[in-house]
């Protein structure tokens, strides 16, 4: 798949596991409790602590559909107290050296990079994804974690001397206090470590609220970060749906809110969080077109074309789920459709899987209405996933791979987020009329052309309205050292994701304008004379 | 090995995989060597001409180092040349990947590391112990190559034309190290050469290799691929050999005057970037509202590591009033315990050679035959049980003056020049006029009193109330003047940009 060939391109198969030995059967027993029904528990002030909540979530197996944990809705007294504990870790981990906080973020880098196939399993467990799709998930999240070791260089601040006579000035980023991030279910280890790391080798400290679908690899690499140095209270981990996101909006000890996830849910923290005094950085939906053109390398285009749309079982934010074939290009459509069809669904964790389940019932329930919405209003389902059996997981919430042709932007199709393993197709006559189709969409996420030409991809990039492009890389997410830049209505903030942005998100700035007369400098005259004034 | 490494080799600290690697470079035969490492592997030098190393507390002979005979350094070059064709071809993510293992891999081998300093070099363990920490902290700044070597684009300078430079990596580098740091001077080279995609050639001091070619060893099991680091070994040759060799396109130096002047020169004529760190004279200056902390901070400043460091504050300016805290200077000097390095009460150890010794205890005599005073002789120490050792006790000359042949040399020994003047002003005076820039220390209390020594001293590193202010390795090594050849300092961005030029693309995409 495409996502595996980005991953696989970035590592260049340099994986070499020279790390620590950390004893990787403690991780997964000690925050499930050995009851017949398991929790997940709580990481508060460096503990894992079982809830006192009566209101447990069931967390199911999206491949089985069985209960593998309940995951709790914290209670009031439980957020405050990861808050105060995350406010209390504040007063010394913001003057901890940044040397400190650097090493242990190496030794982070270390432990992860030894536990990544540990990571992938429960991923696989909770969220369906492949494993090879779930090793995909850590090793982006990884890559952020070794960003944030650059902390040293990222987080200099400026310096301008003799401003005036006898007068520097300088600037420090200094941690701004307590963060807070709401992560979506769709990358439940590569989101908390977009956030966490970056905030807290800057000097901040944490609350982190993962999704309540799969916060199992969250839970993970709180045991890893413990193993690796990290002074209790400087993250704190609270569970919940509704309750949860309203107090980090509110709570006044928390500074920053990073949000990932849908539109509904962003445009609210953002407003709410805003309205309390915060900084908010949001990013949500999205719609990804890919341009085809009729000069791509055929062959390469339509694997990455499969690759990007029904990786992951179409649930990214950077799932290329929209192809705009130009021209003669749509003649390729055929034979798309047949690729796509021998992509093999399965669950995640078996070793021939291509794509897994969809993350819920629901969620299946609504990617399938939008099928049909799509077949009623005139498009053509070249490739129906909807019915789909899987031996042995007859229970799963599988979709297959899914084509739908001849859609137009009118569609309820294509006005609305799948998020699922639904490819729809657009042709135009065109470059100039895929563009427009592409700027006409609300969301600015990312978008990818395919072609052989530099002059075409040249105008592409520099007139379309989207933040994020590949040319000819079907999923253009940024490495860590750039940042994730989705725009119009994919992204509401001042500051993106990771990179410089990210540093920046984390950081306020001090300036210090000092004036040392230079008549006061001190000789060994003046210092046995009489006091004078001067 | 002496009984310290012996301990340490067997300790559990130490990886079973390391405790193999000291023996497998230096053989065991009764007279052992150092090998030469190229295209990835520890070779036996051919030649007939060697250089003996000895342990400055005993001069015994650890190990023989060979002067490499040309077909092995063209060997080396070539290797280099070779391993350049791929290696700046390999992602910087891979890149960066061997320099986190290597991070891992010396971070666990510290000990070891400084075991062999101790024993090679001379220098206590505390000191060898913070050299290697020092070290392995410039290994983890080029791990933020990804943000480091960054290069910049401008889109639409002009219709339907964008602009944007790469970094791109020069070829083969070289680089020639001195014996007081054996680590921590090949780590200002190494690490961000290669991570920015150049291949490297090291010629470590002869006095000292050992440490390297662990160092070697950890690089090799940290997945780099053959041939992209090299060592030869040897005294003028290797030098003349790299400033000539056409295929060497840049070439980092730290040593003396005489041969930094030598590389630079050289160096530049062939056409090759070239960065040399060279001798220095640091002064600190007390003032009379210094902290009662500052004289016990210019003694450890002054005497640390035998005085061996190019950082060392070896001429004290009393300011005024300040100049009644002499007397404290020499009592708290006479505490220090010179001892051999590996002993655990060893506060100043050896300098590294009888010839040194001897340089060092003529410059202190010119300093008495030319008016200075001796108010502590530290020329003749007795260090029970290392009578052959190179030891020289805590030294301290009164009433040095700018003319004194022992002011205008360098000493690069345990001995601290003392000068009194009557304001700073004229200690800034003095400052400015030595012709060394390496570095200098203010200890004061009062704001103005910095301010002003900060702006006005013409030196390129300075402490304030520090009394060793070596950058760390987000910023750059700055010394300044008559102590550095060059456009582009050690370590920092200049570091990077050293070892990097800037290819632009302008492209032009009609619309």
């Not at chain 1, 993970?220 to 749906?241: D, R, T």
């Not at chain 2, 921590?184 to 070619?213: Q, Y």
């Not at chain 2, 300040?322 to 051999?340: D, G, T, W, Y």
Request: aromatic share 8%; hydrophobic share 40%; glycine share 8%.
């Amino acid at each position: 798949m495409a996502s595996h060939e980005l991953f696989s391109m970035q590592c260049d198969g340099h994986h070499h596991q020279i790390v620590s030995q950390v004893r990787k059967d403690v991780f997964l027993p000690r925050f499930y409790a050995s009851a017949s029904t398991p929790t997940t528990k709580l990481f508060i002030n460096g503990k894992f602590v079982e809830s006192k909540t009566k209101e447990w979530i069931d967390l199911h197996n999206p491949a089985t559909n069985e209960v593998v944990t309940r995951v709790p809705q914290s209670t009031q007294a439980e957020m405050e107290e990861a808050v105060a504990a995350a406010k209390e870790a504040f007063r010394s981990w913001s003057k901890t050296s940044i040397l400190s906080r650097q090493q242990i973020m190496f030794k982070f880098q270390n432990i992860i990079k030894d536990n990544m196939k540990l990571l992938a399993k429960n991923i696989t467990l909770e969220q369906g994804k492949t494993l090879m799709d779930a090793e995909g998930d850590v090793l982006r999240g990884l890559q952020v974690v070794e960003h944030s070791c650059s902390v040293t260089s990222l987080q200099l601040g400026e310096s301008l001397s003799s401003i005036a006579k006898d007068m520097d000035a300088m600037s420090y980023r200094i941690p701004i206090g307590v963060c807070a991030g709401i992560t979506p279910f769709n990358f439940p280890a590569m989101i908390p470590l977009w956030m966490f790391p970056l905030a807290l080798v800057c000097g901040n400290t944490y609350v982190i609220k993962p999704s309540e679908r799969d916060p199992g690899a969250c839970m993970m690499l709180m045991e890893m970060f413990n193993e690796a140095g990290a002074p209790k209270g400087v993250v704190n981990v609270i569970h919940g749906a509704h309750d949860a996101v309203n107090f980090i909006c509110d709570n006044p000890e928390i500074k920053a809110i990073s949000f990932v996830g849908s539109d509904t849910a962003g445009k609210y923290i953002y407003e709410r969080g805003s309205k309390n005094g915060k900084r908010v950085q949001s990013n949500m939906g999205a719609k990804n077109h890919g341009v085809i053109m009729p000069d791509a390398n055929k062959e390469q285009t339509l694997n990455q074309l499969v690759g990007a749309a029904f990786g992951a079982a179409g649930q990214r934010c950077m799932a290329l789920s929209t192809a705009v074939f130009v021209g003669e290009a749509k003649n390729w459509i055929p034979e798309l459709v047949e690729r796509a069809r021998k992509l093999k669904v399965n669950a995640g964790h078996e070793p021939d899987a291509d794509l897994g389940p969809v993350i819920s019932p629901q969620s299946k329930k609504r990617i399938e209405a939008l099928i049909q919405s799509g077949i009623n209003e005139g498009a053509k389902c070249l490739l129906d996933g909807r019915n789909i059996t899987v031996p042995k997981y007859e229970k799963g919430n599988f979709v297959g791979p899914t084509v739908l042709a001849d859609v137009t932007p009118k569609m309820q199709c294509y006005q609305e987020e799948i998020f699922g393993p639904v490819l729809v197709t657009l042709s135009v006559d065109t470059l100039d009329d895929a563009i427009n189709v592409i700027n006409n969409n609300r969301y600015g996420n990312g978008t990818a052309i395919f072609t052989t030409n530099g002059a075409t991809a040249r105008k592409f990039t520099q007139d379309i309205d989207v933040g994020q492009v590949g040319v000819n890389v079907p999923i253009p997410v940024p490495l860590p050292m750039f940042s994730f830049t989705g725009s119009r209505g994919s992204f509401l903030g001042d500051n993106n994701f990771y990179g410089k942005a990210g540093i920046n998100f984390y950081t306020q700035l001090k300036t210090v304008t000092s004036m040392w007369r230079e008549q006061d400098a001190t000789d060994s005259k003046a210092h046995v004379a009489m006091p004078v004034m001067r | 090995m002496n009984s310290q490494l012996t301990k340490i080799m067997n300790s559990k600290l130490v990886d079973l995989k390391f405790r193999q690697i000291l023996t497998r470079y230096a053989s065991t035969s009764s007279v052992p060597t150092t090998k030469l490492f190229i295209n990835g592997k520890f070779v036996e030098s051919k030649t007939s001409d060697w250089v003996e190393l000895r342990n400055p507390a005993t001069n015994e002979v650890i190990s023989k180092v060979p002067k490499s005979t040309r077909s092995e350094m063209q060997e080396a070059v070539q290797s280099a040349k070779d391993a350049f064709k791929t290696w700046s071809h390999t992602s910087i993510m891979a890149r960066q990947q061997v320099i986190f293992n290597f991070r891992e891999i010396m971070k666990k081998n510290l000990k070891p590391l400084a075991a062999k300093i101790t024993e090679e070099e001379g220098k206590t363990w505390g000191n060898a112990d913070k050299e290697v920490f020092r070290a392995l902290q410039i290994v983890e700044h080029a791990c933020s190559i990804t943000t480091l070597g960054m290069g910049e684009s401008l889109a639409g300078i002009a219709k339907d034309m964008d602009a944007f430079s790469f970094r791109a990596p020069l070829g083969v580098c070289a680089g020639i190290s001195a014996f007081n740091f054996p680590t921590m001077i090949p780590l200002w080279m190494i690490p961000m050469s290669i991570v920015c995609g150049n291949t490297f050639i090291l010629k470590p001091s002869e006095r000292d290799p050992g440490a390297v070619m662990m160092l070697m060893e950890m690089l090799q099991e940290a997945g780099l691929p053959n041939g992209v680091v090299n060592v030869i070994h040897g005294t003028f040759e290797p030098v003349t050999f790299l400033c000539d060799h056409p295929d060497v396109k840049a070439l980092s130096f730290v040593g003396s005057d005489a041969g930094g002047k030598y590389v630079y020169e050289r160096g530049c004529k062939n056409g090759k970037r070239v960065q040399s760190n060279m001798g220095a004279k640091c002064h600190g200056v007390i003032m009379p509202d210094a902290d009662e902390k500052s004289i016990g901070q210019l003694v450890g400043a002054g005497f640390g590591m035998a005085g061996q460091k190019c950082m060392t504050l070896c001429v004290a300016i009393f300011v005024g009033e300040a100049k009644n805290r002499i007397p404290e200077l020499v009592e708290l000097s006479k505490k220090i315990k010179v001892n051999a390095g590996h002993e655990t009460d060893a506060q100043l150890g050896p300098v590294v050679s009888p010839e040194s010794k001897e340089r060092i205890c003529k410059l202190v005599q010119s300093g008495i035959d030319e008016g200075a005073k001796i108010v502590l002789d530290g020329r003749n120490p007795v260090v029970p049980g290392y009578e052959k050792g190179n030891f020289i006790g805590p030294t301290i000359l009164t009433g040095v003056k700018p003319n004194m042949t022992c002011y205008k040399k360098e000493l690069f020994g345990p001995v601290i020049e003392v000068m009194t003047v009557d304001t700073l002003d004229e200690a800034i005076k003095v400052i400015n006029s030595n012709p060394y820039g390496n570095g200098t220390v203010i200890f004061t209390k009062s704001g103005s009193a910095a301010r002003k020594f900060t702006h006005e001293v013409d030196v390129g590193q300075i402490g304030v109330n520090v009394p060793v202010p070596i950058p760390l390795p987000m910023f750059s090594f700055t010394g300044s003047r008559g102590s550095f050849l060059g456009d582009l300092n050690f370590t920092g961005k200049a570091g990077m940009e050293f070892y990097t030029q800037i290819k632009t693309v302008t492209q032009h995409w009609r619309d």
